[in-house]
Structures are given as C-alpha cells and as structure tokens.
C-alpha cells in the first residue's frame, strides 16, 4: 500500500489562481452590472462563475497528494478531477440555460472565457514568481 502525502489546500499554488479567478469574476460581473445592466452583469458573472466552479473541483482533486510514494494516486486523482471537471462544466451550462431566465447568452460566455483566460494568464505570470 502506497503511502498518501495530502496538502493543505490553502498552501498549494494553485489556489492563489483561484482567487484570482474569483476576483476576476467578481470585477467583471460588476463592470457589465455598471456598464450595461442587471441581466448583462448577473449572466457575466454565471459564466465566471461556471468557469471557477469547475476549475476549483479539479484543483481540490488533482493536488491533494505529492511525493514519489504517492504517484498512483497522484494520477488517479488528475483523472477524476478532470472528468468531475468536464462533467460539472456541462451540468451548470446546462441548468443555466434551462433554469436563469432573462440570461444574456453573450455575457454568459463572455464570463467564462475571461475566466478561463484568467487562469491561464496567471499560471504564465507566476511561473516568473
């Protein structure tokens, strides 16, 4: 029986990207709220929030373990995050358009890949830190 090392969630890297991601989320659910109007700003924010949703599933499973002891695991959790990650993504697409009426589809999406791209972004700027 391999021996399991978790982390601490709050200690991993990864979950400085998430509060960006949030944050993000937040700012531009805010702006479009300002910018243009309620429907705009609440579906903006949806769409972040589909994005950082599924993302913090797959972080919380994907690195809870490290260490050579631990690599089975470590490969059984990246699996089961990201299809936890695609499953959940395409569930609350789903219940979004099904369940928010009024919902501004562009803003929807518009959330999600700023999010998305957020995430990314940051990875690229921290690998410098």
Do not use: D
């Not at 709050?10 to 531009?28: F, P």
């Not at 243009?36 to 972080?59: D, H, K, Q, R």
């Amino acid at each position: 029986m391999a021996i399991r090392h978790q982390v601490p969630f709050w200690q991993l890297e990864v979950s400085k990207v998430l509060l960006v991601q949030l944050a993000v989320c937040l700012l531009i659910g805010t702006f479009a709220w300002c910018w243009s109007e309620f429907t705009s700003g609440y579906s903006v924010m949806l769409g972040g929030c589909i994005a950082w949703l599924p993302n913090a599933w797959f972080a919380r499973k994907a690195f809870r373990y490290h260490g050579a002891r631990s690599m089975q695991a470590i490969v059984q959790s990246f699996w089961s995050g990201l299809a936890g990650k695609m499953i959940l993504t395409a569930v609350l697409f789903a219940l979004a358009f099904a369940v928010v009426k009024p919902l501004n589809v562009a803003g929807l999406f518009v959330g999600f890949v700023l999010v998305q791209m957020t995430g990314s972004a940051s990875l690229l700027l921290m690998k410098g830190f």
